[in-house]
């Protein structure tokens, strides 16, 4: 059975950084595209970010957000930096055909 579980949110100030991880198990992350999407209180899930081959993001995180992969630890990242009080969702790591997981949930804040 493949599983995704995120881990890595928190309580950040506006401008600080915070890393995301999806640990992925069940499947090789790295043969999949991996998908960071994120939902924020009264809204739709959006995308955030992929890696496949190439990477591509959110107009709304592009330059603040990257995506990575570990193959030997079977792991996603998304390192979140400047972050704004917009930013405030639960994130979730994304695989097709994979159930979704809890997210983990990051609140920008002063």
């Known amino acids: 059975q493949v599983q995704l579980v995120e881990s890595g949110g928190g309580l950040v100030q506006p401008g600080g950084s915070l890393r995301l991880s999806c640990a992925v198990s069940?499947?090789?992350?790295?043969?999949?595209?991996m998908y960071w999407f994120r939902q924020a209180p009264g809204k739709e899930r959006e995308f955030v970010a992929r890696?496949?081959?190439?990477?591509n993001y959110a107009d709304s995180v592009k330059g603040r957000f990257t995506i990575s992969r570990d193959n030997a630890k079977n792991t996603v990242y998304l390192q979140m930096s400047s972050l704004k009080p917009e930013d405030t969702a639960i994130y979730y790591c994304y695989s097709v055909d994979v159930p979704w997981g809890q997210g983990t949930q990051v609140t920008v804040s002063s």
């Open positions: 890696i496949s081959s190439s990477v």
């Open positions: 069940g499947r090789t992350a790295s043969s999949y595209p």
